[in-house]
């Protein structure tokens, strides 16, 4: 999967394009979890939820993910001091990309999906699998929503994870530096006022 970042030369013209190939992924998901409205409400970009505040994700070897243009402008943000997710954006225009582990380790990247180009969640990613964290979900589900995860999703992400840990598809992760394994930019840790607002 490619990460192409074009800059935006006004508004938000820039934006994030994941090529994707999803024999490779685990199952999609829409998370309604709290956290990632937060996020989206603090890089002013609520138009990445769906109607009840749901975020689609996509989970992949960090080894398959390549960022192939605009990686100075690749930022992440850091809910706490404590916090084990780092959650990653493009600065140029405020797009949310993926959330990953605090160091380079644990093999998965998170990408947050959006709907650009005329190309659609289904198209990209096949329809999700299963809806997480629905009680913190802002407004009614649709009619077609995810069912819960089931124990056939949880046995099948766990077999990816250890597939990908037993191959090496972990590494290179292309959110962190290759030799020191510091992320690609500082993380900035939220202030306790900002954490409050949401």
Not at 54 to 59: A, V, Y
Request: aromatic content about 8%; charged content about 20%.
């Amino acid at each position: 999967m490619e990460i192409v970042i074009r800059p935006a030369t006004s508004g938000r013209a820039g934006w994030l394009n994941p090529g994707s190939d999803r024999r490779h992924g685990a199952p999609a998901s829409t998370s309604c979890f709290g956290v990632a409205q937060a996020f989206a409400r603090l890089l002013e970009r609520g138009d990445v939820l769906d109607a009840a505040g749901g975020t689609d994700i996509f989970q992949m070897p960090a080894g398959r993910v390549k960022i192939t243009t605009g990686v100075d402008t690749v930022r992440c943000l850091r809910l706490s001091d404590k916090a084990k997710i780092l959650r990653w954006y493009a600065d140029c225009c405020r797009t949310p990309i993926a959330n990953t582990a605090a160091g380079p380790r644990f093999p998965v990247v998170a990408l947050i999906h959006h709907e650009r180009d005329g190309r659609c969640r289904g198209e990209m990613l096949g329809p999700p699998l299963c809806r997480i964290c629905e009680h913190s979900a802002t407004g009614p589900l649709p009619a077609n929503a995810a069912p819960l995860p089931s124990f056939g999703v949880f046995v099948c992400r766990a077999a990816k994870l250890l597939g990908w840990w037993g191959r090496g598809l972990g590494q290179p992760n292309p959110f962190f530096d290759d030799f020191t394994g510091a992320p690609l930019s500082v993380p900035r840790v939220l202030a306790p006022s900002e954490r409050a607002a949401f």
